[in-house]
Structures are given as C-alpha cells and as structure tokens.
C-alpha cells in the first residue's frame, strides 16, 4: 500500500455529538477492517482498484473534522470528501431537524437532551446491506461477530497490515462464491448473502440509484425484508425519512404507557409527524434505548 497521506478538514453546522457517533461506530466496529478509539475512526477501503486507508477525528477548537487519507490517488478525494460528509452527517443543520422534532412529546426531550445527535453513516452501502442481513433478529455483538467470520473467509488480506487493520471487507464477486459454511451462519442466510452479491453483479440492485428504487430491489430478494432495506436506506444511502418500522426497539420506544410494543404499520403511522427526519427521529430513540439498559 502506497504511503502517502493526504489531509482534509471537514467543516460541520453545530451542535454536533461525536461523542454518540464514535460510541455508534465502537459498538459495531469490524475487526480488522475497522478500528474506533479515543484518537477517532479509521478503516480499509478500496479506491481506485487498490486499498487505502482513512482516519477521522475531531478538530479541537473549530467546528470540523479532519480526514486522513493513505494510498489513494489525488483524483479520489472529491469522492472520499463526499462520503466522509455523508457518513459522519456534516452537511445538514441540526437545528433545523430539531426544531421539527421538538413538537413531539416523544422526542421532544430526547431532542432537547442531544440536539447535536446525527445519523451514523456506513461507507459502503454493499457492505451496510451484508452486515444488516447477519445483524437481523441478533444482538449487535453477535452481528459484528457473524460479518468478522465472513470478513475472514471472504475478505482481501492487505499486504501490509497496518495497527490492526487487516483486511478489505468483500466484494461482490469474492463473496458470490465463497463458501460460508462452517460460519455459524444459517442456511438462509447463506442463501440470501449469494443472492444479494448476485443480484449487485448483475445489476438488480443498483446502489447508485434513488433510495426507494433500491430498497424495492432489495426486498425483491428472498430473505431480505423491509427492516434490511430501510437500514440500508438510513446508514448508507443518507436518507433522512428512512424508518426501519419492524425494528423491535422503534415499536417498544414508541409505544404508548400500556402497551408493550406498537406493530410495524402502528409505528408507521405514530412516525407521521416525525417526517422528513425519520431517521434521526430513529436514531433518537435508538440511543435513549441504549441509555436504558446501561
């Protein structure tokens, strides 16, 4: 890997609580492709045909992030400043999304406790959609660890590994003929992994296109459901009315005193008001959830 480094600051609106996004990011963090800690975020990705790596990390004293690019071309950063942007949220106005939710008596005081909250963004919508096809129905933890095993099976080793980071995440054709057996990860599953890498080679689901034209391509697959898709939509295709509605933890959270949860075309509805911001109405409730139970 080439080891030229190139640097870049990104500049945000305030408030902004990266403090909730690098937690976001620890949690689900995937060993050897990704490593979060106190010095900020950094992982392996391909650029160019080649693997590179970036680092982000806050600016102390100015509103900004700062991007450290290493082994990609100069012709790359338009497009590695672009999804930066996208998956740390630099480029809408909190207080705007917090004006709109304030009104609501859910989330009014979740808005007024992290009004700087942002939707936590993946890199590669491909790799969002493979790590939300393992991560259905099971813990975070297991998830990561389910998506680590593939990673292992499936990934491109770097040459040079570098402070833990070891592999590239798969690409469709690596993954479309591996074999995952052995994983831990059920047949169906299985299934669905070849028939999403499948369908991306073949054009069927095409991550460049609007994000309901993707989420209907990605529920058309079998063992791939709205909950996939809307994920996809909230974290890698930086939706902001994205609403995974059959997330167990929506329904609980929403759900009105006495009753235990609402059913996904019930939160559906409650969200009604919540529009255009879904996601970080999501995102909220996602994290008050998280304050719960520790």
């Not at 990266?18 to 106190?38: M, S």
């Not at 207080?95 to 005081?109: C, E, H, S, Y």
């Not at 919508?125 to 933890?141: D, I, K, M, N, T």
């Not at 299934?191 to 991306?200: F, I, N, S, T, Y």
Request: charged share 25%; with cysteine.
């Amino acid at each position: 890997m080439a080891t030229t480094e190139l640097v870049l600051r990104l500049g945000y609106r305030p408030p902004y609580d990266w403090d909730h996004l690098r937690e976001f990011l620890a949690r689900r963090a995937l060993a050897g492709v990704e490593r979060v800690d106190a010095a900020g975020y950094a992982r392996t990705l391909r650029c160019a045909g080649r693997p590179a790596l970036i680092a982000v990390r806050p600016l102390g004293g100015v509103d900004a992030l700062e991007l450290r690019v290493t082994g990609a071309p100069r012709a790359a950063l338009p497009l590695l400043r672009s999804t930066a942007r996208r998956v740390f949220d630099l480029t809408r106005d909190p207080r705007r999304i917090a004006a709109a939710l304030a009104a609501d008596r859910l989330l009014g005081p979740l808005v007024a406790l992290r009004p700087g909250l942002r939707v936590p963004g993946a890199w590669d919508a491909f790799e969002c959609a493979v790590r939300a096809v393992l991560g259905q129905q099971v813990s975070v933890a297991a998830g990561r660890t389910l998506v680590a095993r593939v990673v292992a099976r499936a990934g491109e080793p770097l040459r040079v590994p570098r402070d833990g980071l070891t592999h590239l995440f798969p690409t469709p054709a690596r993954l479309a003929r591996a074999r995952l057996d052995g994983l831990g990860i059920t047949s169906a599953r299985r299934a669905a992994l070849r028939l999403l890498a499948r369908a991306v080679l073949a054009g069927q689901v095409d991550f460049e296109a609007a994000p309901a034209k993707v989420a209907a391509a990605l529920t058309s697959l079998k063992g791939i459901g709205p909950w996939t898709a809307q994920y996809v939509a909230l974290r890698a295709l930086g939706e902001p009315d994205a609403l995974p509605y059959g997330d167990w933890v929506l329904r609980r959270m929403a759900a009105p005193a006495g009753t235990a949860m609402l059913s996904p075309r019930q939160l559906e509805e409650r969200a009604g008001g919540w529009r255009p911001w879904r996601a970080y109405a999501t995102v909220h409730l996602w994290r008050a959830a998280a304050g719960r139970v520790t």
